[in-house]
């Protein structure tokens, strides 16, 4: 894909940016976002990083000081920051996945969305696009070239965990020939991949095993074993005296499951909404699957939110997947 001339326009037209991404950001976002922010600022501009919510444990590692990336609740003032920048949101998949930022963004002098998810476009925003690419990662490494910044290994290390984290690992289908010579271009200037693996997947605690044990007894699969989830409550966050952040990620179990087509993992948020991950496998697009109640994500990987408790949320969801898969 061909980056846009207006939108690229845009890093040489403005002086000052805001950098952002989606709610329990991931990989891709911090990644992204660490590696444009840094790019922008070998360029001399100034730029801030505000997410809606904290940057997670396993990405932390990522920071040159523990403030390089705010929420608003570390301002004093978060509108002001934003007034008179351009926002930038890397890797956003929906604009209501920006939580607490939204309002703030529209406080700046407009939006560019930089990302590779399919998605309804915002009225008045510029995207750079390109639902090809393997991860916002790759998009933002296209943009780093186009304005001449060198990879250096601070720039390096956050673009490789947004490629692979966001390919997982470089098994997902959107990984090709090219997304390995971008990785080798990562790695060419330093990053190594064995502390990066380490520092996400393998820094486990106690806590989160528990939980994770507990997470799994709650597998179900459905009757021609396509269709497989798990749940998780706040109650078993209590007992395992864990917390949210460590429930994450644990609906890659599902697929685990030979036979498996499509996994889903229900979280029970606060007021009786449930948050649904799901993964798929093959040709079933688990993205438009779960586009028909407002969500949205990858085709293999995605997302949504359900104003339903999780016993309500889960008989819709695991019904229509079981209608459409096991007929």
Not at 143 to 163: K, N, R
Request: proline fraction near 5%.
């Amino acid at each position: 894909m061909e980056l846009g001339h207006a939108e690229m326009q845009l890093f040489h037209s403005h002086r000052r940016f805001v950098l952002t991404t989606h709610i329990s950001s991931d990989g891709d976002g911090v990644g992204s976002q660490l590696a444009l922010a840094r790019g922008l600022a070998f360029l001399g501009r100034e730029v801030l990083v505000v997410n809606p919510t904290p940057v997670p444990t396993n990405l932390q590692f990522l920071l040159k000081h523990p403030k390089e990336i705010l929420t608003p609740a570390d301002m004093t003032s978060p509108e002001a920051a934003f007034r008179g920048a351009l926002s930038v949101v890397l890797d956003m998949g929906a604009l209501d996945r920006l939580g607490a930022v939204l309002p703030l963004i529209r406080a700046s002098e407009g939006m560019l969305v930089v990302d590779h998810h399919r998605m309804d476009r915002a009225p008045g925003a510029l995207y750079i696009l390109d639902t090809t690419a393997c991860a916002t990662g790759d998009v933002t490494a296209r943009i780093l070239d186009s304005l001449g910044v060198p990879f250096t290994l601070e720039i390096a290390e956050p673009l490789y965990v947004a490629i692979y984290t966001d390919t997982g690992g470089f098994r997902y289908p959107g990984t090709t020939p090219e997304t390995h010579a971008l990785a080798g271009r990562l790695l060419a200037a330093g990053v190594d991949p064995q502390k990066v693996h380490t520092e996400i997947f393998e820094r486990q605690t106690p806590r989160r095993l528990r939980l994770t044990g507990d997470v799994l007894s709650t597998l179900q699969v459905s009757p021609r074993g396509k269709v497989a989830w798990l749940q998780v409550r706040q109650g078993m966050i209590d007992r395992a005296d864990a917390n949210w952040e460590d429930a994450d990620d644990l609906v890659n179990f599902t697929l685990q499951i030979d036979g498996v087509v499509a996994g889903f993992y229900f979280k029970e948020l606060e007021g009786g909404l449930t948050k649904v991950s799901c993964r798929s496998r093959g040709e079933f697009a688990v993205d438009r699957f779960v586009g028909r109640w407002g969500g949205g994500g990858h085709h293999h990987a995605a997302g949504l939110r359900l104003e339903l408790p999780v016993e309500a949320a889960l008989a819709l969801v695991i019904t229509a997947a079981v209608a459409e898969l096991e007929p």
